[in-house]
């Protein structure tokens, strides 16, 4: 059979996703395999329709398609969401329909599910016929086990397209719900309490409800504003690493994104607005989300107070608003709302985006941070165990960073608490002990908080 797969990585034959691949292909000689670099070579597709049109073709005479692609900022690459949204604008979503399709990611399986399901819902939006997905850790091509079970997912591919399995589906539809925008006259501005206010969006059409919602929170707040689409960007990530020694972008100096984003760090508040395509924002949103990785596993914006303004559905997209609250908080800053245009009438969205711009000052004036969730704790441990690891040669900047900021934090490191739990394990070995201290883990659960209580401060 013929099996089309489609590259995600902008490093083209250098992908380490490839590799997992052509493990594929030499495990199955029988099939035919015709690998397209549609991230490499995305300003090619976007130029030449007859380009764009061979790929179409070559997806359309295949059996089966294999989406294969490294992760990027919680999601694919922009280069690999910019090819999606193509299909759309040109109308190729037939030679997608029907087709049996698998997903293959790599990375360290940090936030691998929410590009999975950006994926999974880009699929189930062109009625393609998702057997499975695969999620390897950049390195599991050299474990026996894991070739195996790389082995096992790729038969299932091809056992589902001879056999004609059936496929389940996991999104629905996304239901246009999206009505236009008016704002009213804006009377007076809000009290900036001395906060350093900018909009960052990637659009100021007027003609557009994104358009409409900036200018309205510009108006009321007197905020800076950073055109993205005005940004001289010389391309997307390339995936070099080069910044992982330095957290210096091999563009440099050549484009304006480093210069930007150090730019947009001396702001006490930072909203960003953007429109939904598909099930993201722009792909020209995320060209902008992936160059902020020169500060590579860094918070970016610490301390700061984060908002969004949203065209579009995002009340039907969890998976979005989940990547949106979990850059927040890696970044260790405020995500003080997230507002979209989804109200019944403009007077809704009116008075929503003056408390949304109320709650940003007030939050920034206090300099509250709300606790991290587990998307925050959890992230975070999985970059401080690698960076600690494997990662450290490639991630020095990481690695010093971590170290001068204490992230290191691994708790058998905490001698006195491994100590006193030696303690009391070895005494719960006397029955009468264990019996007295079950009886009693309640209340020596809350011992500690209420000693707080009591204190009079």
């Not at 496929?167 to 007076?188: F, K």
């Not at 691994?410 to 303690?423: D, G, N, T, V």
């Not at 007295?436 to 009591?454: E, N, P, T, Y």
């Amino acid at each position: 059979m013929k099996i089309t797969i489609l590259n995600g990585s902008p490093k083209g034959d250098l992908s380490v996703t490839l590799q997992y691949v052509k493990y594929i292909e030499k495990k199955f000689p029988q099939h035919e395999f015709t690998t397209v670099h549609v991230a490499s070579t995305i300003k090619k597709l976007e130029k030449q329709t007859e380009a764009f049109d061979e790929v179409i073709e070559t997806v359309a005479k295949s059996d089966g398609v294999i989406w294969a692609f490294p992760l990027y900022v919680f999601l694919v690459h922009a280069n690999y969401k910019r090819f999606i949204e193509l299909i759309g604008e040109r109308g190729a979503q037939e030679a997608f329909k029907d087709k049996y399709t698998a997903l293959l990611a790599t990375s360290i399986h940090f936030f691998d599910h929410t590009a999975l399901n950006y994926m999974q819902g880009t699929c189930d939006d062109l009625h393609m016929r998702v057997t499975d997905y695969f999620s390897a850790d950049m390195d599991d091509l050299m474990k026996a086990n894991e070739r195996a079970r790389l082995l096992t997912f790729a038969d299932h591919l091809f056992t589902s397209i001879t056999e004609k399995r059936l496929t389940l589906r996991v999104y629905q539809p996304i239901v246009p719900t999206i009505r236009d925008y008016t704002p009213a006259h804006i009377e007076s501005s809000l009290d900036d309490q001395g906060q350093r206010i900018v909009i960052v969006a990637d659009t100021l059409d007027l003609e557009q409800n994104l358009g409409r919602m900036v200018e309205r929170f510009r108006k009321l707040t007197q905020a800076d504003v950073i055109d993205i689409s005005a940004l001289d960007i010389k391309g997307g990530c390339t995936g070099c690493i080069k910044c992982g020694f330095d957290n210096h972008c091999m563009y440099g100096d050549h484009d304006e994104m480093e210069r930007t984003y150090r730019r947009i760090a001396e702001y006490d508040i930072i909203v960003f607005a953007g429109a939904i395509r598909d099930r993201y924002l722009s792909a020209q949103w995320k060209t902008f989300v992936d160059r902020r990785f020169f500060k590579t596993h860094q918070p970016q914006f610490p301390g700061k107070q984060l908002g969004y303004l949203i065209s579009g559905p995002l009340g039907q997209l969890d998976n979005l608003r989940e990547i949106l609250l979990a850059s927040a908080q890696l970044d260790r800053a405020n995500l003080a709302g997230i507002l979209t245009d989804e109200y019944e009438t403009s007077t809704e969205i009116d008075q929503q985006i003056e408390a949304f711009a109320g709650n940003l000052i007030d939050c920034s004036s206090k300099h509250y941070i709300r606790p991290q969730t587990f998307l925050g704790l959890g992230g975070m441990k999985i970059f401080r165990d690698d960076v600690w690891g494997r990662l450290r040669f490639v991630f020095q900047a990481d690695h010093r960073y971590y170290k001068k900021q204490g992230l290191y934090d691994f708790p058998q490191k905490e001698y006195r608490i491994r100590a006193k739990s030696l303690f009391l394990i070895l005494l719960t070995k006397i029955p009468v002990v264990k019996k007295s201290i079950q009886k009693d883990l309640k209340i020596h659960m809350i011992g500690a908080h209420q000693k707080v209580l009591r204190d009079k401060e």
